[in-house]
């Protein structure tokens, strides 16, 4: 049979964006690459749904590390890739999102460089997007945002100390899409407002975007410590562009408040 250049090459390690969960959002090229290649090394946040594209005969391996518990060091997995193409195996490095936003791709692409490894990199579809699309919101709606910007609850375990997730003055026609803000927002919140941001922001957060578990949360700044983030992988928007989420949301709310209770059946009722 005939190789075409997205079937997976022996030697190369692959660095493939998973997307935010749907496998039907995976590129075409990377549902090519995870039906053939031999070794599938894939984070925790990757959904089941996902990792079953994967050939059935590849040593298909989690390679996570979340809440602070780690199955293997990050240089244990550069060690998997690299040895795994030493013996002439197609590798896959599956990441959720995509493998070039707030992931480790350049420790990785740095560790194969050095021993001398081929490798390619294939994008998928980072959270944000995936979000604002099953939202049916525009992250730059002219209307309200003309910026659009990203930043991480989590640094590099090497910082002496912790830094805030913002700092200095929010424009008011950005969107910040926090990835990982982790599940007590306080300081994220205190940085905001110390920065001048407004108590009436609207903030989102959504867990698990894009999957049949996903779950939305909309408040504003002032009440964004009240919100329980759902189950992660959770993504926080912020910004005017985001009122209407807000406004969906209140609205739901509301309804499912105002439904009457039902009363019981006639024959149930105490007679008078």
């Keep these: 049979m005939k190789r ?66 780690k199955r293997i060091t990050q240089e244990g997995i550069h060690e998997l890739m690299v040895d795994s193409a030493q013996r002439n195996l197609s590798v896959v490095r599956l990441k959720s999102g995509d493998p070039m936003v707030f992931g480790r791709a350049g420790e990785e692409l740095q560790a194969l460089r050095a021993a001398g490894i081929r490798f390619a990199v294939v994008p998928g579809i980072t959270a944000a997007f995936g979000a604002a699309a099953a939202l049916g919101v525009s992250l730059t709606d002219r209307r309200a945002a003309s910026k659009l910007i990203f930043v991480t609850g989590h640094h590099a375990v090497t910082k002496e100390q912790e830094l805030p997730v913002w700092t200095g003055a929010l424009p008011e026609d950005a969107t910040l899409a926090v990835y990982m803000p982790g599940r007590d927002y306080s300081s994220l919140r205190a940085d905001l407002v110390r920065n001048g941001v407004a108590a009436d922001m609207p903030c989102v957060a959504i867990s698990r975007a894009a999957t049949p578990e996903q779950q939305v949360a909309a408040t504003t700044l002032q009440h964004l410590c009240e919100v329980d983030p759902g189950p992660a992988p959770v993504l926080l928007l912020i910004g005017r562009a985001m009122e209407h989420v807000q406004a969906r949301e209140q609205a739901v709310l509301q309804m499912l408040e105002a439904e009457p209770v039902a009363l019981p059946a006639a024959e149930n009722r105490v007679q008078e």
């Design 4 to 69: 075409t250049a997205s079937q997976a090459e022996k030697g190369v390690v692959y660095l493939i964006g998973a997307g935010p969960g749907d496998p039907e959002l995976l590129t075409v090229k990377a549902a090519r690459l995870l039906a053939t290649a031999d070794v599938i090394l894939h984070d925790d946040l990757v959904p089941e749904a996902v990792i079953a594209q994967c050939n059935p005969h590849a040593l298909v391996t989690s390679v996570g590390k979340r809440c602070g518990r």
